[in-house]
Protein backbone atom coordinates (compact mmCIF):
# COMPACT_ATOMS: atom_id res chain seq x y z
CA UNK A 1 0.00 0.00 0.00
CA UNK A 2 1.17 3.49 -0.38
CA UNK A 3 0.53 6.20 2.06
CA UNK A 4 1.22 9.90 2.42
CA UNK A 5 2.11 11.23 5.31
CA UNK A 6 2.42 15.23 6.51
CA UNK A 7 5.91 15.78 8.46
CA UNK A 8 5.78 18.83 10.93
CA UNK A 9 9.52 18.80 11.72
CA UNK A 10 8.68 21.91 14.04
CA UNK A 11 11.13 22.94 16.12
CA UNK A 12 14.34 22.72 17.98
CA UNK A 13 15.21 18.91 18.12
CA UNK A 14 12.44 18.06 15.90
CA UNK A 15 14.01 17.76 12.49
CA UNK A 16 16.53 15.59 14.04
CA UNK A 17 13.58 13.20 15.71
CA UNK A 18 11.73 12.99 12.57
CA UNK A 19 14.63 12.32 10.97
CA UNK A 20 15.43 9.01 13.40
CA UNK A 21 11.24 8.38 12.54
CA UNK A 22 11.04 8.56 8.88
CA UNK A 23 14.35 5.92 8.66
CA UNK A 24 12.77 3.50 10.82
CA UNK A 25 9.84 3.54 8.37
CA UNK A 26 11.51 3.94 5.52
CA UNK A 27 13.06 0.38 6.86
CA UNK A 28 9.31 -1.00 7.46
CA UNK A 29 8.06 0.21 4.38
CA UNK A 30 10.60 -1.85 2.34
CA UNK A 31 10.43 -4.97 4.58
CA UNK A 32 6.76 -5.11 4.84
CA UNK A 33 6.10 -3.89 0.75
CA UNK A 34 4.32 -0.36 2.08
CA UNK A 35 5.21 2.89 0.03
CA UNK A 36 5.88 5.80 2.39
CA UNK A 37 5.64 9.59 1.01
CA UNK A 38 6.30 12.12 3.29
CA UNK A 39 5.45 15.99 2.33
CA UNK A 40 7.22 18.55 4.76
CA UNK A 41 5.31 21.07 5.84
CA UNK A 42 6.07 24.33 8.23
CA UNK A 43 4.70 24.86 11.39
CA UNK A 44 5.31 26.62 14.69
CA UNK A 45 8.62 28.82 14.98
CA UNK A 46 10.08 27.51 11.58
CA UNK A 47 6.34 28.74 10.09
CA UNK A 48 6.39 32.21 12.32
CA UNK A 49 10.38 32.65 10.55
CA UNK A 50 9.08 31.88 7.33
CA UNK A 51 5.61 33.72 6.75
CA UNK A 52 5.06 35.17 9.59
CA UNK A 53 2.10 32.45 10.77
CA UNK A 54 2.82 29.50 12.93
CA UNK A 55 0.12 27.74 11.03
CA UNK A 56 -0.02 28.49 7.63
CA UNK A 57 -3.27 27.73 5.42
CA UNK A 58 -0.94 25.26 2.78
CA UNK A 59 -0.11 23.43 5.71
CA UNK A 60 -3.60 22.76 7.00
CA UNK A 61 -4.75 22.05 3.32
CA UNK A 62 -1.67 19.27 3.27
CA UNK A 63 -2.33 17.77 6.32
CA UNK A 64 -6.13 17.36 5.97
CA UNK A 65 -5.89 15.97 2.63
CA UNK A 66 -3.15 13.75 3.70
CA UNK A 67 -3.25 9.50 5.71
CA UNK A 68 -1.71 10.84 8.73
CA UNK A 69 0.29 13.38 10.24
CA UNK A 70 3.78 12.78 11.81
CA UNK A 71 5.25 15.74 14.24
CA UNK A 72 8.49 16.83 15.99
CA UNK A 73 7.77 19.69 18.60
CA UNK A 74 7.51 23.47 18.36
CA UNK A 75 8.58 26.16 20.48
CA UNK A 76 11.47 27.73 21.63
CA UNK A 77 12.99 31.20 23.69
CA UNK A 78 13.16 32.81 20.08
CA UNK A 79 9.47 33.13 20.03
CA UNK A 80 8.33 33.52 23.60
CA UNK A 81 7.96 37.19 23.56
CA UNK A 82 5.41 36.79 20.98
CA UNK A 83 1.47 37.29 21.92
CA UNK A 84 -0.66 34.18 22.40
CA UNK A 85 -2.24 33.89 19.10
CA UNK A 86 1.09 33.75 16.85
CA UNK A 87 3.23 31.71 19.29
CA UNK A 88 4.00 28.15 17.82
CA UNK A 89 2.00 26.46 19.88
CA UNK A 90 -0.74 28.26 18.31
CA UNK A 91 0.57 26.32 15.58
CA UNK A 92 -0.39 23.19 17.36
CA UNK A 93 -3.51 24.03 18.77
CA UNK A 94 -4.25 25.35 15.62
CA UNK A 95 -3.74 22.40 13.60
CA UNK A 96 -5.09 19.98 16.25
CA UNK A 97 -8.95 22.15 16.41
CA UNK A 98 -8.47 21.98 11.82
CA UNK A 99 -7.97 18.44 12.07
CA UNK A 100 -10.64 17.63 14.50
CA UNK A 101 -8.83 15.94 16.77
CA UNK A 102 -10.59 15.52 20.22
CA UNK A 103 -9.07 12.46 21.24
CA UNK A 104 -5.33 12.63 22.46
CA UNK A 105 -4.31 9.02 23.98
CA UNK A 106 -0.89 8.59 25.63
CA UNK A 107 0.47 5.61 27.21
CA UNK A 108 3.04 5.92 29.78
CA UNK A 109 4.77 2.61 29.85
CA UNK A 110 7.65 1.17 32.31
CA UNK A 111 10.20 -0.37 29.50
CA UNK A 112 10.93 -3.44 31.70
CA UNK A 113 15.06 -3.04 30.46
CA UNK A 114 14.93 1.20 31.39
CA UNK A 115 13.13 -0.04 35.03
CA UNK A 116 16.78 1.63 36.86
CA UNK A 117 15.46 5.05 35.09
CA UNK A 118 11.83 5.36 36.79
CA UNK A 119 12.92 8.06 39.65
CA UNK A 120 10.26 5.39 42.39
CA UNK A 121 11.52 2.85 44.52
CA UNK A 122 12.01 -0.19 42.99
CA UNK A 123 8.81 -1.66 45.42
CA UNK A 124 6.48 0.95 43.61
CA UNK A 125 7.91 -0.11 40.08
CA UNK A 126 7.88 -3.78 40.25
CA UNK A 127 4.95 -5.16 38.76
CA UNK A 128 5.33 -2.89 36.02
CA UNK A 129 3.43 0.46 35.34
CA UNK A 130 1.25 1.40 32.33
CA UNK A 131 -0.72 4.61 32.17
CA UNK A 132 -3.03 5.64 29.80
CA UNK A 133 -3.98 8.55 29.77
CA UNK A 134 -7.22 9.81 27.47
CA UNK A 135 -6.97 13.54 27.25
CA UNK A 136 -9.51 15.27 25.60
CA UNK A 137 -7.80 17.71 22.93
CA UNK A 138 -10.04 20.46 21.23
CA UNK A 139 -12.09 21.72 24.01
CA UNK A 140 -11.98 23.26 27.87
CA UNK A 141 -9.68 25.82 29.27
CA UNK A 142 -7.47 25.61 26.04
CA UNK A 143 -10.20 26.77 23.71
CA UNK A 144 -12.57 29.03 26.41
CA UNK A 145 -13.02 32.16 26.02
CA UNK A 146 -9.97 33.97 26.56
CA UNK A 147 -9.47 37.89 27.53
CA UNK A 148 -7.32 40.62 28.23
CA UNK A 149 -8.11 44.12 29.49
CA UNK A 150 -8.18 46.52 32.15
CA UNK A 151 -10.35 47.42 34.94
CA UNK A 152 -11.47 50.78 35.37
CA UNK A 153 -8.96 51.75 38.11
CA UNK A 154 -6.37 50.72 35.94
CA UNK A 155 -5.11 47.72 37.14
CA UNK A 156 -4.50 44.45 34.01
CA UNK A 157 -6.46 41.36 34.32
CA UNK A 158 -6.90 38.16 32.14
CA UNK A 159 -9.78 35.64 31.98
CA UNK A 160 -8.86 31.71 30.91
CA UNK A 161 -12.51 30.01 30.51
CA UNK A 162 -12.86 26.23 30.88
CA UNK A 163 -16.44 25.40 28.88
CA UNK A 164 -17.41 21.60 27.92
CA UNK A 165 -20.53 20.44 26.78
CA UNK A 166 -22.36 17.19 27.14
CA UNK A 167 -21.36 16.11 23.74
CA UNK A 168 -17.10 16.65 23.89
CA UNK A 169 -17.55 14.86 26.91
CA UNK A 170 -19.45 11.72 26.01
CA UNK A 171 -17.30 11.27 23.43
CA UNK A 172 -14.07 11.53 24.79
CA UNK A 173 -15.39 8.80 27.55
CA UNK A 174 -16.41 6.61 24.18
CA UNK A 175 -12.56 6.34 23.25
CA UNK A 176 -11.72 5.57 27.01
CA UNK A 177 -13.99 3.18 27.10
CA UNK A 178 -13.00 1.42 23.77
CA UNK A 179 -9.76 0.83 25.23
CA UNK A 180 -11.06 0.00 28.47
CA UNK A 181 -13.04 -2.71 27.08
CA UNK A 182 -9.24 -4.61 25.89
CA UNK A 183 -8.06 -3.98 29.13
CA UNK A 184 -9.33 -4.40 32.85
CA UNK A 185 -12.59 -2.99 32.06
CA UNK A 186 -12.04 -0.36 34.66
CA UNK A 187 -11.62 3.60 34.11
CA UNK A 188 -10.46 6.59 36.36
CA UNK A 189 -12.17 10.32 35.48
CA UNK A 190 -9.88 12.77 36.67
CA UNK A 191 -11.80 16.00 37.53
CA UNK A 192 -11.64 19.03 40.12
CA UNK A 193 -15.98 18.36 40.92
CA UNK A 194 -15.25 19.50 44.49
CA UNK A 195 -14.77 23.07 43.28
CA UNK A 196 -15.41 23.61 39.36
CA UNK A 197 -19.30 23.37 38.25
CA UNK A 198 -17.36 22.27 34.69
CA UNK A 199 -16.12 19.12 36.45
CA UNK A 200 -19.56 18.35 37.96
CA UNK A 201 -20.98 18.15 34.85
CA UNK A 202 -17.84 16.58 33.17
CA UNK A 203 -18.74 13.78 36.13
CA UNK A 204 -21.96 13.69 35.68
CA UNK A 205 -21.85 13.07 31.56
CA UNK A 206 -18.91 10.27 32.47
CA UNK A 207 -21.00 7.67 34.51
CA UNK A 208 -24.46 8.35 33.07
CA UNK A 209 -22.43 7.40 29.22
CA UNK A 210 -20.76 4.27 30.52
CA UNK A 211 -23.58 2.73 32.42
CA UNK A 212 -25.76 3.17 29.41
CA UNK A 213 -23.53 2.27 26.96
CA UNK A 214 -20.41 0.09 28.79
CA UNK A 215 -21.97 -1.43 31.55
CA UNK A 216 -19.49 -4.04 32.13
CA UNK A 217 -16.57 -1.01 32.66
CA UNK A 218 -16.50 0.22 36.45
CA UNK A 219 -15.76 4.06 36.66
CA UNK A 220 -13.90 5.32 39.63
CA UNK A 221 -13.88 9.20 40.59
CA UNK A 222 -10.56 10.73 41.55
CA UNK A 223 -9.82 14.48 42.06
CA UNK A 224 -6.64 16.07 40.32
CA UNK A 225 -4.97 17.06 42.99
CA UNK A 226 -4.82 13.44 44.47
CA UNK A 227 -4.28 12.04 40.86
CA UNK A 228 -1.05 14.06 40.97
CA UNK A 229 -0.04 12.62 44.24
CA UNK A 230 -1.04 9.09 43.68
CA UNK A 231 0.77 8.68 40.29
CA UNK A 232 4.00 8.73 42.64
CA UNK A 233 2.41 6.64 45.12
CA UNK A 234 1.23 3.80 43.56
CA UNK A 235 1.20 4.54 39.96
CA UNK A 236 0.52 0.51 39.26
CA UNK A 237 -3.41 1.22 40.25
CA UNK A 238 -3.74 3.38 36.85
CA UNK A 239 -5.03 1.84 33.49
CA UNK A 240 -6.82 3.62 31.39
CA UNK A 241 -7.48 7.42 32.54
CA UNK A 242 -9.92 9.54 31.22
CA UNK A 243 -9.73 13.77 31.68
CA UNK A 244 -9.90 17.10 30.32
CA UNK A 245 -7.47 19.03 28.44
CA UNK A 246 -5.78 21.03 30.77
CA UNK A 247 -5.62 18.08 33.89
CA UNK A 248 -4.30 15.56 30.72
CA UNK A 249 -1.42 17.93 29.74
CA UNK A 250 0.01 18.18 33.77
CA UNK A 251 -0.39 14.41 34.43
CA UNK A 252 0.69 12.89 31.18
CA UNK A 253 3.71 14.37 31.66
CA UNK A 254 4.41 13.51 35.25
CA UNK A 255 2.95 9.82 34.07
CA UNK A 256 5.86 9.85 31.67
CA UNK A 257 8.31 10.69 34.62
CA UNK A 258 7.35 8.09 36.37
CA UNK A 259 8.30 5.41 33.73
CA UNK A 260 11.95 6.87 33.49
CA UNK A 261 12.13 9.46 30.46
CA UNK A 262 9.56 11.71 28.61
CA UNK A 263 11.71 10.95 25.71
CA UNK A 264 10.24 7.52 25.44
CA UNK A 265 7.01 8.13 25.02
CA UNK A 266 4.53 9.15 22.14
CA UNK A 267 0.62 9.71 21.65
CA UNK A 268 -1.73 9.64 18.73
CA UNK A 269 -4.56 12.60 18.50
CA UNK A 270 -7.74 11.58 16.61
CA UNK A 271 -11.05 12.30 15.79
CA UNK A 272 -13.39 10.41 13.67
CA UNK A 273 -11.59 9.40 10.61
CA UNK A 274 -8.62 7.41 10.96
CA UNK A 275 -6.26 10.66 9.29
CA UNK A 276 -4.44 11.35 12.62
CA UNK A 277 -1.69 13.67 14.28
CA UNK A 278 1.08 11.12 16.15
CA UNK A 279 4.21 12.99 18.05
CA UNK A 280 6.14 12.41 20.86
CA UNK A 281 5.02 13.98 24.66
CA UNK A 282 7.97 15.96 24.95
CA UNK A 283 8.81 19.26 23.51
CA UNK A 284 11.56 20.71 21.64
CA UNK A 285 14.35 21.01 23.68
CA UNK A 286 15.74 23.95 22.24
CA UNK A 287 19.09 23.84 24.78
CA UNK A 288 19.92 20.22 22.96
CA UNK A 289 19.01 20.97 19.51
CA UNK A 290 21.14 20.57 16.91
CA UNK A 291 23.99 18.32 18.81
CA UNK A 292 22.24 14.80 18.69
CA UNK A 293 21.70 13.82 21.88
CA UNK A 294 17.85 14.19 21.63
CA UNK A 295 16.23 10.31 22.22
CA UNK A 296 14.56 9.68 19.06
CA UNK A 297 12.47 6.89 20.37
CA UNK A 298 9.18 8.76 21.61
CA UNK A 299 9.51 10.05 17.68
CA UNK A 300 9.73 6.52 16.29
CA UNK A 301 6.83 4.77 18.67
CA UNK A 302 4.53 7.71 17.34
CA UNK A 303 5.29 6.84 13.68
CA UNK A 304 4.68 3.47 14.90
CA UNK A 305 1.36 4.02 16.69
CA UNK A 306 0.22 5.86 12.98
CA UNK A 307 0.97 2.47 11.61
CA UNK A 308 -1.41 0.93 13.61
CA UNK A 309 -4.06 3.06 14.55
CA UNK A 310 -4.44 5.07 11.09
CA UNK A 311 -3.25 2.55 8.57
CA UNK A 312 -4.42 -0.36 10.86
CA UNK A 313 -1.03 -2.43 10.24
CA UNK A 314 -0.45 -3.91 13.38
CA UNK A 315 2.10 -6.52 12.56
CA UNK A 316 4.22 -3.68 11.22
CA UNK A 317 3.75 -2.03 14.45
CA UNK A 318 4.68 -4.75 16.47
CA UNK A 319 8.28 -5.08 14.35
CA UNK A 320 9.18 -1.50 15.60
CA UNK A 321 8.28 -2.07 19.02
CA UNK A 322 10.11 -4.63 19.27
CA UNK A 323 13.08 -3.59 17.40
CA UNK A 324 13.12 -0.83 20.41
CA UNK A 325 12.87 -3.53 22.26
CA UNK A 326 16.17 -5.12 21.26
CA UNK A 327 18.26 -2.46 20.42
CA UNK A 328 17.30 -1.66 24.77
CA UNK A 329 18.04 -4.97 25.80
CA UNK A 330 21.61 -4.87 24.15
CA UNK A 331 22.43 -1.83 26.19
CA UNK A 332 22.29 1.20 24.09
CA UNK A 333 20.70 4.88 25.54
CA UNK A 334 20.83 8.19 24.53
CA UNK A 335 21.99 10.22 27.61
CA UNK A 336 18.70 10.96 29.05
CA UNK A 337 18.21 7.22 29.45
CA UNK A 338 22.00 6.24 30.02
CA UNK A 339 23.35 4.70 33.14
CA UNK A 340 26.17 2.86 34.55
CA UNK A 341 27.36 -0.01 32.48
CA UNK A 342 25.25 0.95 29.52
CA UNK A 343 26.55 2.34 25.56
CA UNK A 344 25.54 5.74 25.08
CA UNK A 345 24.79 6.38 21.35
CA UNK A 346 23.63 9.78 19.81
CA UNK A 347 20.25 10.12 19.12
CA UNK A 348 21.17 9.25 14.97
CA UNK A 349 22.96 6.08 15.82
CA UNK A 350 19.73 5.50 18.07
CA UNK A 351 17.65 5.65 14.87
CA UNK A 352 19.94 4.04 12.95
CA UNK A 353 20.40 0.96 15.31
CA UNK A 354 16.48 0.76 15.63
CA UNK A 355 16.35 0.62 11.59
CA UNK A 356 18.70 -1.95 11.26
CA UNK A 357 17.24 -4.23 13.69
CA UNK A 358 13.52 -4.06 11.82
C1 LIG B 1 1.49 18.97 24.87
C2 LIG B 1 2.10 20.34 24.89
C3 LIG B 1 1.15 21.33 24.24
C4 LIG B 1 -0.15 21.31 25.04
C5 LIG B 1 1.69 22.74 24.09
C6 LIG B 1 3.02 22.78 23.37
C7 LIG B 1 0.70 23.66 23.42
O1 LIG B 1 2.41 20.69 26.20
O2 LIG B 1 1.16 18.49 23.75
O3 LIG B 1 1.35 18.37 25.93
O4 LIG B 1 -0.25 21.99 26.07
O5 LIG B 1 -1.08 20.62 24.62
MG1 LIG C 1 2.18 19.13 27.61
Redesign the pocket.
Given at each position: MEYNIVVLDGDGIGPEICKGAISVLERTGAKYGHTFNFRHCLMGGCAIDACGNPLPEETVQACLASDSVLLGA??GPKWDHLGGDVRP?AG??GIRKAMGLYSNIRPAKLWSSLADASPLRKDLTKNGVEIIIVRE?TGGI?FGHRERGFEANGEEFAVDTERYTTHEIERITRIACELAMKRTKKIISVDKANVLENSRLWRKVVHEYVEKNYPEITVQDMLVDNTAMQIVKNPAQFDVVVTS?IFG?IL??EAAQVTGSIGMLA?SSLGDTTCGLY?P?H?SAPDIAGKDIANPIATILAAAMMLRDSFGLTEEYAAIESAIQRVLDKGYRTADIWSEGMTKVAGSEMAKLIADEI
Open positions: VGELLLYNDSDSEIG
